[in-house]
């Protein structure tokens, strides 16, 4: 059984830091690119971070500078430390794993952080 367990969200002043994590199980999670994904209400989910399994992290423009996407093979897990938090970072927040061999996607139930100013 596949299951991407997420923690760590919650409510935090606008300024704030929060880190979530994302614990794996159930799937070859060295060889599995991970992201970060967040949907606030009324709006399209959207890209927020991705680590490759060579280590490579990228972001969205929302969240440069602010966000750290990192992993821990040992732990099989992801994080997303999340800093200078904003009310407009409110939102579900998803942790995806791509497994590349064989290729298959993997969703995690989302975590909710709110923001407050």
């Known amino acids: 059984q596949v299951q991407l367990t997420e923690s760590g969200g919650g409510l935090v002043q606008a300024g704030g830091s929060l880190r979530l994590s994302c614990a794996a199980s159930?799937?070859?999670?060295?060889?599995?690119?991970m992201y970060w994904y967040r949907q606030a209400p009324g709006r399209q989910r959207e890209f927020v971070a991705i680590i490759t399994v060579s280590g490579t992290t990228n972001y969205a423009n929302a969240v440069k500078g602010r966000f750290i996407i990192s992993r821990d093979n040992a732990k099989n897990t992801v994080y997303l430390q999340m800093n200078s938090l904003r009310p407009e970072d409110t939102a579900v927040y998803y942790c995806k794993a791509d497994q590349r061999i064989p290729k298959r996607d993997y969703w995690g139930q989302g975590t909710q952080v709110t923001v407050f100013s």
């Open positions: 159930g799937l070859i999670f060295s060889i599995s690119d």
